[in-house]
Every structure is written in C-alpha cells, then in structure tokens.
C-alpha cells in the first residue's frame, strides 16, 4: 500500500508564501496536488511526471512551482504571492505507472489571510 504523507501547510498573509511537502513511500511516476475550498470541488493545482515534466492550473501558474526528489521519493509545491483564494485543503496525488492505481495523501490545510 503506498502512502503519502504531507507536510508544510498553515497560516499565512496575502502575498506570502508556503512550501508544501509529500513523502511517498516509494517511487511513483505520476504525482501533484491538488485542492478543495469549502464547498467547491477537488481542483488540481499541478503535476509533475518522471523526469521533471510539469504542469500547472491557469490560476497558478507563475505562483506556484512543483518540483521533485526522485532520491527522496518526494515533491514540493513552492507557493509564492498567495491570495485568500488559495485557501483550502491540499492534498498529494501519486499514480502508478505499472497498474495505474491513485492514492491520496490526508490533505493540508492552508489559510491565507487578506
């Protein structure tokens, strides 16, 4: 069973900015975030695949910046000049390459504060 586990979420004002951590317990191909605000769907914010191929939410881009450590089995989310919309609850995404199983992390709340 492969686990997810995140890190990183908070508080934070307009224009401030959070590091989003997921561990997974072993190698996965495909993995990102993604969100749900109070009341609204599970949106993806972004992916990132093996190597380094990423993509990102309109409402994101030039914001926010996902990376990876293969070594580490894990991503980041760099969260720059966040606004109170960026509220909600984040959680990791990974997708197995071999059997295309998902998995989800327990999710992180981030609050930003206008």
């Known amino acids: 069973q492969v686990q997810l586990v995140e890190s990183g979420g908070g508080l934070v004002q307009s224009g401030g900015s959070l590091r989003l951590s997921c561990k997974a317990s072993e190698n996965i191909y495909r993995m990102g975030w993604y969100r749900q605000a109070p009341g609204k769907q599970r949106e993806l914010v972004a992916t990132?695949?093996?190597?380094?191929?990423?993509d990102y939410a309109d409402s994101v881009k030039g914001r926010f910046t996902i990376s990876r450590d293969n070594d580490a089995n894990t991503i980041y989310l760099q969260m720059n000049n966040l606004k109170s919309e960026d509220t909600a609850v984040y959680y990791c995404?990974?997708?197995?390459?071999?059997?295309?199983?998902?998995?989800w992390g327990q999710g992180t709340q981030v609050t930003v504060s206008s």
């Open positions: 995404h990974g997708r197995l390459w071999t059997t295309g199983a998902e998995y």
């Open positions: 990132i695949t093996r190597p380094t191929m990423s």
